[in-house]
């Protein structure tokens, strides 16, 4: 479980594609601490390191994972946005977010007011899905590449997020620009809630 409080952003130096999974391999300043069988949010995928060295770690995506979200779009270079799974006694200072990305958006719009960024994202939308709570509203809460982030303006099929200075500098936001794709998990209590309206 995650809080959709990125840690760092991680450069990817190499991509390694074996039959239909994609071997990752970043580098980030707590490389040391991560341990092999540990769970990390990468873009807000949940991934399991599978081997590390003294200053690179590798996880592995499976076909479905690279179908549903933006990891076989990396590159040599890229930025990743980074969480820990979360500590059970701490304060959460996202939402709860499960690292099970949904489905991707694509950035259709950014526009900079006075020292922040507003961005617009396009999903696909499925009206089944959003009977089960797969949907933005006013205020809630929305992950975007892992960070966990609060909607605003939303429409049946878009919606809107503000980024501040910090966010901007310290996670891959700062390399989205019109066209990019990016992932996205919808709230957890939402879809509880819709499920629940169902019965």
Known sequence: MFSGIVEEAATVVALK???????I???CSFVNELKIDQSVAHNGVCLTVVSKTNDTYTV???????DRTNLGLLQ?????NLERSMLMNGRLDGHIVQGHVDQTAVCKAI????GSWYYTFEYK???EKAKHGYLT???GSITVNGVSLTVCNPTRNSFQVAIIPYTHEHTNFHQIKVGSIVNLEFDIIGKYVSRLALL
């Open 76 to 80: 040599i270079g890229s930025k990743v």
């Open 25 to 27: 391999t970043m580098t």
């Open 137 to 139: 509203v006013d205020k």
């Open 60 to 66: 592995t995506a499976i076909k479905e994972t690279l």
């Open 17 to 23: 594609k074996e039959q239909e999974n994609l071997h």
């Open 111 to 114: 526009e900079e007011t006075d």
């Open 125 to 127: 939308f499925d009206a």
